[in-house]
């Protein structure tokens, strides 16, 4: 019985290793996206800069 009982909370634990493993490698994927939005945000944002800098040459 207690042999038994032992292997379920093994399962049970190394299951919610599992889900922990995947779930930080989820939170790792979101943080990389972000961080890839964030970078395109800044160079989205000095092209518009030098877009207007142009613009402000030319009139």
């Known amino acids: 019985m207690s042999s038994c009982l032992i292997q379920i909370v093994v399962e049970i634990v190394f299951d919610l290793y599992l889900v922990g493993f995947h779930v930080q490698r989820s939170i790792v994927h ?30």
Do not use: K, M
Not at 38 to 58: E, F, G, I, P, R
């Open 30 to 59: 979101v943080l990389v996206v972000l961080d890839i939005l964030v970078q395109v945000d800044v160079v989205v944002q000095v092209v518009l800069d030098v877009l207007v800098v142009l613009v402000d040459v030319h009139e």
